[in-house]
């Protein structure tokens, strides 16, 4: 990534170490990564601009626009993938159980299989919360597909249908949301879904 600004390498890195936790080390395909995985921000300075010395706001906030569409690009791109998704957690005892429940949700086999096959199947959800090792209690889980309520209290919901639930799986784009109930942790994870296409694609990676 490069910006015309003058801006500080301690700056520079102080905003990308920020922006990256919320974009590049948010997502997951497979959750594998690669050895040659690199983040570089660089500033030419040819702006003019009185040098920036310490995290601006403005320029963050420009910063986690740029660095979050590049990173969904990578969810959207991933093999096989038909499916963009948003895993997002609230109600968690910390941040960093948050960030373990949604990590556990999006790298399910489980569950991305479910999402390729378009099964609102929110069992596999309650499976990957309890399985991340993060603090949680099946009784106080609200689980929500888009708008749809589906589960709370750690039972579906009387409003849920199996139909609408079907139906919102259809969509290319899908939002799963799951409160524990605990506290005021919270974390976002994008992912995308696992097909048949994933396995022909790596399967056949180096013949």
């Keep these: 990534v490069f910006t015309d600004a003058a801006v500080s390498q301690d700056a520079l890195q102080a905003m990308l170490s920020a922006v ?20 570089l921000l660089a500033a030419t300075g040819r702006a003019g601009n009185p040098e920036i010395t310490a995290p601006h706001e403005g320029f963050e906030a420009a910063l986690k626009v740029v660095m979050q569409d590049l990173a969904h690009q990578i969810v959207r791109d991933g093999e096989g ?20 429940v949604a990590r556990s949700i999006a790298n399910s086999p489980l569950v ?5 096959g378009e099964d609102p199947n929110w069992g596999r959800i309650v499976m990957a919360v309890g399985k991340s090792g993060a603090k949680a209690d099946r009784d106080l889980l609200t689980i929500r597909f888009g708008d749809i309520l589906v589960a709370e209290d750690g039972w579906v919901s009387d409003s849920y249908s199996e139909d609408a639930g079907a139906a919102y799986m259809t969509q290319q784009e899908l939002l799963i949301d799951v409160d524990l109930g605990l506290g005021g942790g919270a974390a976002t994870v994008w992912t995308c879904d696992l097909t048949h296409g994933y396995i022909t694609i790596n399967a056949d990676y180096r013949s």
């Design 81 to 100: 993938a038909t499916k963009f998704v948003e895993v997002r957690v609230t109600g968690a005892d910390s941040d960093a159980d948050a960030d373990k």
């Design 20 to 39: 990256n936790k919320v974009s590049f080390n948010a997502v997951t395909v497979d959750s594998d990564t690669s050895t040659s995985d690199t983040v």
């Design 112 to 116: 991305k299989t479910a999402l390729a």
